[in-house]
């Protein structure tokens, strides 16, 4: 993957995080929130290579959660400890963990651990402490159960 997809890719991750995390505190609509980023905060022209975002994808990552967050938030929930179950955790931590499941269960095109590292980088741009680690954790647990054959596990 060239540099300039990999920080598009990134970008796009980065507005799929901020979107779900304003459906989750403001609890708008995934339609309403994905046309807001579009027309008001994707200026296309006029941001360099680092910020682009592939609003395909970005459109993908959003719908994608708002469609399967049921699925998703029970996925996530079986990985949690009891003691701190999903409505609990930070509504940052929550949107970083729903867009990277997401992508973990239904873009078997991108390699689990490019996903991994991508929203554990995002993580480090928003947290400083124990989340990073714990997003970390969270993901490769789930990515180990869904994608085995990535990480040598098929038999196991």
């Not at 929130?33 to 970005?58: A, Q, T």
């Not at 609990?88 to 078997?108: K, M, N, Q």
């Amino acid at each position: 993957m060239s540099k300039s997809i990999f920080l598009v890719r990134r970008a796009s991750r980065l507005a799929s995080i901020q979107a779900l995390y304003q459906m989750d505190i403001g609890g708008g609509l995934s339609t309403s929130v994905v046309r807001e980023f579009i027309d008001h905060r994707f200026d296309i022209e006029n941001i360099d290579s680092k910020s682009k975002v592939d609003e395909l994808f970005f459109v993908e990552l959003v719908e994608g959660v708002a469609k399967k967050q049921e699925f998703i938030d029970k996925i996530l929930s079986d990985k949690l400890s009891k003691a701190w179950p999903l409505y609990l955790l930070d509504a940052t931590v929550r949107a970083i963990l729903r867009s990277a499941c997401f992508e973990i269960e239904f873009r078997p095109d991108v390699p689990a651990l490019v996903i991994i590292d991508q929203y554990v980088s995002i993580a480090a741009d928003f947290f400083e402490g124990k989340e990073i680690g714990f997003i970390n954790g969270t993901l490769e647990s789930m990515a180990k159960t869904v994608r085995k054959s990535e990480f040598g596990l098929i038999g196991e």
